[in-house]
């Protein structure tokens, strides 16, 4: 299968993705950790993109565009993947199309993550992560076994740079001025399902099993 999750900041798209991943073996390519380990690295890529992801505002189309053209050709990628946080801008989703029709492949389901902007800013705040394996935590729906702690390694978590919830006000809009189109865009084609992302972690991924089944 090949997916596309859009959401808002904090609709759930990076803790829904692993169980996905792991009930279709796909890969999961997510742009936001993609940079993000860039910008750690300082490599060429992270040093462009690291200011603009502080303000909460998109990188260029052809950054993320080039990310994700490199990632869908490797091998591991071949049964299908999902898309987390790709595309953003109706651009992107146009590049996207033009890369898969290459491969003669296309998009099966676009998931949206539909959810209440006055409920992200919990989420986001009380967010913690373990960048290594991807694992993410919240000081009140989700919390560690130990306080600050990775619960299968024990490594120190950390919060995002730009989860505070001056910089989600940026995020927000530029969500919905920029990435709102791209339903759009994929409900022309019949492909999008709706997801009341507002509802408990376990709920959400049984709305998501029914959508691919
Ligand atoms: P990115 O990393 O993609 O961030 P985002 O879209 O803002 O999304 P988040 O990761 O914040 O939300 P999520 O939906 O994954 O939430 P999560 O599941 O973790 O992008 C970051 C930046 O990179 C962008 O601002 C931009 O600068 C750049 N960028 C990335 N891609 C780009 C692109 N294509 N083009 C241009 N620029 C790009 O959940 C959040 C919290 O809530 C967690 O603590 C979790 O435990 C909790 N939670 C999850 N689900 C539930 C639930 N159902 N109930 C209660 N709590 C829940
Ligand atoms: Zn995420």
């Known amino acids: 299968?090949?997916?596309i999750l859009i959401g808002p900041p904090g609709s759930g798209k990076g803790t829904q993705s692993p169980i996905i991943k792991d009930d279709y073996c796909l890969c999961h390519l997510a742009t936001g950790d993609m940079l993000r380990a860039a910008v750690a690295a300082k490599?060429?890529?992270g040093i462009k993109a690291k200011e603009t992801m502080e303000k909460g505002?998109?990188?260029s189309d052809e950054l993320v565009v080039g990310i994700i053209d490199e990632a869908i050709k490797k091998p591991s990628c071949q049964k299908g993947f999902i898309l987390d946080g790709f595309p953003r801008t109706v651009a992107q989703?146009?590049?996207l199309d033009e890369m898969l029709g290459k491969q003669g492949s296309k998009i099966d389901k676009v998931l949206n993550f539909a959810i209440d902007d006055a409920i992200l800013e919990e989420r986001i705040t009380g967010r913690w992560i373990h960048p290594?394996?991807?694992r993410t935590y919240h000081t009140k729906f989700a919390p560690p076994k130990v306080h600050g702690l990775d619960d299968v390694?024990?490594?120190p978590l950390i919060q995002r740079k730009d989860d505070t919830a001056e910089v989600l006000k940026s995020r927000l809009e530029a969500f919905h001025r920029q990435t709102e189109p791209v339903i759009d865009?994929?409900?022309k084609k019949g492909v999008v399902a709706q997801l009341h992302a507002e509802k408990p972690p376990k709920e959400v991924t049984t709305e998501v099993q029914k959508a691919l089944a």
Do not use: I, Q
Request: aromatic residues 10%; charged residues 30%; glycine residues 10%.
């Open 1 to 3: 299968k090949r997916l």
């Open 43 to 45: 490599t060429p890529l």
């Open 57 to 59: 505002e998109l990188v």
């Open 93 to 95: 989703a146009e590049k």
């Open 132 to 134: 290594p394996s991807g």
């Open 153 to 155: 390694t024990g490594d």
């Open 185 to 187: 865009y994929y409900s």
